[in-house]
């Protein structure tokens, strides 16, 4: 893990607060200079840490309101063949390699009951897809997020101590 001190945090903080945030502002809002600023952007770009820019978008709000989790089990060896699969689906938002009893974990959306219902279906055409079992999200109770752990794990005392940590 990348050392991230209490500047980085706040960066970052400010970053997810003020994403249209130029240099100049950033260093306003966290009383740096704005060189720091970019240095410390820079850095973390480098290190995969930033890996984007690009607006944050609320599928329920974009009329996609019925989301769904799916895990599926798959033939082996055929990792490579469900990913081909998966990615040419539309309402498949994100999958995940896992352990235990399924191989995969989709979270899917749809516009409706039967749209989301044809998303299963594509999902089953899959040769390499064995089995699926899916269970409808009824309301998020906490959504994506990343600077808790991010906190939760910072270099004590590095960088610019004076940061608040909030």
Known sequence: MADLDALDLAVLT??????????????RLLGVARATVTARIARLERSGIVTGYGPDVD??????????????????GAIDAVRADLEAI??????????????VLCRVAAGSHEALQQVLV?????????????????SQLVPWRTLPLLRSEAAAGAGRSG???T
């Open 14 to 27: 400010a970053l997810r607060e003020n994403p249209r945030a130029g240099a100049l502002e950033l260093s």
């Open 90 to 103: 539309p309402g498949v938002l994100e999958a995940h390699a896992t352990t235990g009893s399924g191989d």
């Open 163 to 165: 940061m608040p940590r």
């Open 122 to 138: 594509d999902l089953n055409r899959s040769p390499a897809v064995v089995r699926s079992t899916s269970v409808v999200a009824l």
């Open 59 to 76: 599928v329920t709000a974009a009329g996609f309101g019925v989301q769904a989790f799916v895990t599926l089990e798959i033939a082996q």
